[in-house]
C-alpha cells in the first residue's frame, strides 16, 4: 500500500434503501497482471440486491 486518501462519505444513488457510503481511494504496487489482480479483488464478493452495496462494499 503507497498511499490512502481521505475518506468521503456519500448517499446512495438509486436501488435498495440502504446506509451512506464511505469512499476512499488506495494505491497499491503489485507484482501482479491488471487481469489478476481485478479477478482476485473480485474473489468472495456477492451482489445481494442490484444496485446495492455487495460483500466487498461493507464494513465488518
Excluded at 462519505?9 to 446506509?19: A, I, K
Excluded at 481511494?25 to 479477478?39: D, M, N
Aim: with cysteine; charged share 20%; proline share 10%.
Amino acid at each position: 500500500m503507497v498511499a490512502v486518501s481521505d475518506v468521503y462519505e456519500t448517499p446512495p444513488v438509486g436501488g435498495p434503501d440502504q446506509g451512506p457510503y464511505l469512499n476512499c481511494v488506495v494505491r497499491l504496487e503489485t507484482l501482479l497482471r491488471p487481469a489478476t489482480y481485478l479477478r482476485r479483488l473480485g474473489d468472495g464478493r456477492i451482489r445481494l440486491a442490484a444496485n446495492g452495496s455487495n460483500t466487498g462494499d461493507r464494513a465488518p
